[in-house]
């Protein structure tokens, strides 16, 4: 069968938080699109498999995006001297706004995803806009590239511009389960999730009428946290009732739980906060690039990765500018290591380990068993080549050096081939 064969080269996968396990010149077997494990000498069981023999190239598992907005795509990198608040109403909703276009989402979807496709990320959830068709359309071209992704239709009812504001709870509900009602099962590797905004925009009554649909349908759950403080101020004003921002969505039965969920940022959490995500198993999409990009604050991630909270890495487009994960682990390592020097010295900056770790299995684990080689993993990898010329160096180099330097310097150039769920996109 296609989705089964064996791949050969320098393997490199988290074992844990904290330790990566490295076969040189191993192993990979994939069988009907799961891993069956990494092996020293390939067992006699699989030798009837297509063997693909990758030389020296490092073969890592594919990477997972928590926390990408599509239709920002295509102003990345603009605007970057705003602040949170401003930026999303100087570039943010007016340009989503064009996506009730849909000659216009239609250009601007297909340049995100054919990018997405050649980037070395596998997986994605991912924000769409308030327009049924748009998102619609989006899936479909997320689904026609071979990427595994979850991709949710926005809800905003409230504080937002007339020309990007649900007309109330009730249309927002109603424009959301026509949205599932002819989504859901129509794709293999594309799936709805519940998304709404924020808090700010999102009012008390839709937010229970998301719950409602939350159960229904048997769906996740995607939205923003604690990012900024002017945004928690708002919240404590819209919400009085609640204790802190993720008692908002705690009350309305989306914040973990029996409604799995992942929250953006959670830059200025507070303890309960963080108690409560742990206890109800909420994951955590980590933005170091787009948290300093819009001045909004340095997480304590490894705090939180040391609690044993869930944590994966977001690129946040177009919070952040990049597409790669990649560049989202080395930017954590950066953004830790301020946090460290100038917030808390008790809290120690991200290893290599650290970081990998949260872009591969710990982001992987919010779409099941993803993001290891590990036996009965899904199998999901990426192929790099840093021997190019963007990569070239004198240094007699390690296995764990040469993923360092991957993690820094590569880009798409390197990618020399690409699986998920066993099939090859690239």
């Not at 997320?142 to 991709?151: A, I």
């Not at 909420?282 to 990765?305: D, E, M, R, Y």
């Amino acid at each position: 069968m296609n989705n089964s064969f064996v791949l050969k080269g320098n393997i490199c996968h988290s074992k844990n938080p904290n330790t990566l396990e490295i076969i040189e010149n191993g192993f990979l077997v994939c069988e009907d699109g799961f891993s069956k494990g990494i092996f020293f000498k390939l067992p006699e069981i699989y030798s009837n498999l297509r063997l693909i023999d990758h030389k020296q190239n490092l073969i890592l598992p594919g990477l997972t995006d928590l926390h990408i907005h599509a239709p920002q795509y295509s102003f990345r990198a603009l605007s970057m001297d705003l602040e949170l608040l401003d930026w999303l109403e100087t570039n943010t909703f007016p340009e989503e706004a064009k996506y009730q276009n849909i000659d216009y989402a239609e250009k601007a979807y297909s340049i995100f995803t054919d990018d997405l496709k050649k980037s070395p990320n596998t997986r994605a959830c991912i924000f769409a806009t308030i327009h049924n068709e748009a998102t619609k359309y989006l899936m479909k071209l997320l689904e026609d590239s071979g990427l595994v992704t979850m991709v949710g239709k926005v809800n905003m009812d409230r504080n937002s511009p007339e020309y990007l504001c649900e007309k109330n709870p009730e249309t927002s509900i109603n424009h959301t389960e026509k949205w599932l009602s002819e989504t859901i099962g129509k794709f293999k590797n594309t799936y709805p999730i519940l998304t709404p905004r924020f808090i700010p925009t999102c009012s008390d009554e839709l937010m229970k009428n998301l719950k409602d649909l939350q159960i229904k349908f048997d769906l996740p759950m995607q939205s923003h946290l604690s990012e900024n403080p002017s945004e928690i101020k708002w919240v404590s004003e819209l919400c009085p009732k609640s204790a802190f921002y993720g008692d908002a969505y705690n009350q309305a039965g989306l914040f973990g739980g029996d409604c799995k969920t992942i929250m953006a940022h959670c830059v200025w959490s507070p303890e309960e906060e963080i108690d409560l995500m742990r206890k109800n198993g909420v994951f955590i999409a980590h933005c170091p690039q787009s948290n300093t990009n819009l001045s909004s604050g340095i997480a304590p991630v490894s705090k939180s990765l040391d609690k044993g909270l869930k944590i994966g890495l977001g690129s946040d487009v177009a919070g952040g500018s990049q597409l790669s994960v990649f560049r989202a682990m080395s930017d954590a390592i950066q953004a830790s290591k301020l946090y460290w020097r100038l917030i808390d010295e008790s809290a120690k900056p991200l290893t290599i380990e650290n970081a990998f770790y949260m872009g591969t299995a710990g982001g992987g684990e919010f779409f099941g068993k993803v993001g290891k080689f590990d036996e009965g993993y899904e199998f999901d990898a990426v192929v790099i080549d840093d021997s190019l010329e963007n990569m070239r160096t004198t240094l007699d180099l390690n296995i764990k050096q040469r993923l360092e330097r991957i993690i820094y310097l590569s880009d798409d150039r390197n990618i020399n081939a690409k699986y998920v769920r066993g099939a090859r996109i690239l």
